[in-house]
C-alpha cells in the first residue's frame, strides 16, 4: 500500500492527525534550485538507508521554495519507502515535540518538518528546542531527521543577537547561546533572490511543462509583473503564471 499521508501535529487539540499528500509541487517545477534538491535527497535518503545524515536548515528569502523542496522529496520518497513517517509541527507549537516523542509511539523512522520558524525577542522556546535537537530521553527511542525552514539564517533577527552585546554579563556566552541553535544543523542550505533572467526562466519553465508557448507578449507581461510586485522569487513566477493562465482562460 502507498504511503501516500503524513502526519500533522495539531496543539490545540494535542493529537496527531494523518493528511495526504494533496497540492505537492511537481520538484521538476522548482527552477534554479536543483543543487538544493540535491542535497536535500542525498541527506533524506542516506536517513532512510540507515547511512549518516544531517538535521538541516534551509533559510533565505521568502518565496524561494524552500517549503516546497522538503514537501517534494518526502512525498517522492514516500513512493518507495515504507520505513518513515514525516511529522509535520507548526512553528508555534515546537515546544511540544518532547510531549509527542513520550506519549505517542513511532515504529516508523520520523521526519520532522517545521516551516517558518524563528524566534523573537525574550522567546526562550529556542533553549527548548536546542535540548530536543541534542536528544533526550523524550525523543532517544527515535530514530528523526529534522528539516527547519526559515527566513534568518540563525533563526532570530540581528537585535536579538546585538542585545546580547549590550545586556549580556558575558557577551561572548549570550551571543554564542543564540548562534548556537543554528549550529546544531549540519546542514545550511541558502536561497537567495533570482536575477531577472532566472525569474522570466522559471515562467517558461510552467509554459513548457503545461504546453504553453513562452512568447514575447508573456516575457512583457512577466517583466511587467516583477516591476509591480518588487520581487523576483519562484513563488512570485508561479502566481505571474496563475493570473496569466486566469486572464487567459487557460486550465492547468
Not at 524552500?66 to 507549537?93: A, H, M, P, Q
Request: contains cysteine.
Amino acid at each position: 500500500m502507498k504511503n501516500t499521508n503524513l502526519l500533522c501535529w495539531n496543539g490545540s487539540k494535542k493529537n496527531l492527525e494523518e493528511i495526504p499528500y494533496n497540492n505537492v509541487i511537481d520538484l521538476k517545477l522548482l527552477y534554479g534550485v536543483d543543487s538544493q534538491i540535491t542535497r536535500i535527497s542525498q541527506n533524506t535518503k542516506n536517513f532512510l538507508d540507515d547511512l549518516t545524515y544531517n538535521h538541516a536548515l534551509l533559510w533565505g528569502v521568502r518565496g524561494s521554495g524552500k517549503s516546497s523542496i522538503i514537501r517534494g522529496v518526502v512525498s517522492k520518497f514516500s513512493e518507495k519507502y515504507k520505513n518513515f513517517i514525516t511529522l509535520e509541527v507548526n512553528s508555534e507549537d515546537i515546544s511540544d515535540l518532547p510531549s509527542i516523542f513520550l506519549n505517542f509511539n513511532f515504529d516508523k523512522k520520523v521526519i520532522i518538518f517545521i516551516d517558518d520558524l524563528s524566534f523573537e525577542q525574550n522567546d526562550r522556546r529556542y533553549i527548548q528546542f536546542k535540548s530536543f535537537i541534542e536528544g533526550s530521553f523524550y525523543n532517544s527511542k527515535s530514530n528523526f531527521l529534522i528539516y527547519v525552514t526559515t527566513n534568518r539564517r540563525h533563526l532570530m533577527k540581528r537585535d536579538m543577537i546585538d542585545n546580547e552585546r549590550s545586556s549580556a554579563i558575558s557577551q561572548d556566552e549570550g551571543i554564542e547561546e543564540k548562534l548556537s541553535l543554528s549550529d546544531r544543523f549540519g546542514l545550511w542550505i541558502s536561497f537567495h533572490n533570482l536575477s531577472k533572467d532566472d525569474f522570466l526562466l522559471i515562467v517558461k519553465n510552467y509554459c513548457q511543462y503545461y504546453t504553453i508557448e513562452f512568447d514575447d507578449k508573456i516575457e512583457d507581461l512577466a517583466l511587467k509583473w516583477i516591476f509591480a510586485r518588487g520581487n523576483r522569487t519562484g513563488r512570485s513566477a508561479f502566481q505571474f503564471f496563475k493570473e496569466y493562465c486566469s486572464a487567459n482562460k487557460i486550465k492547468i
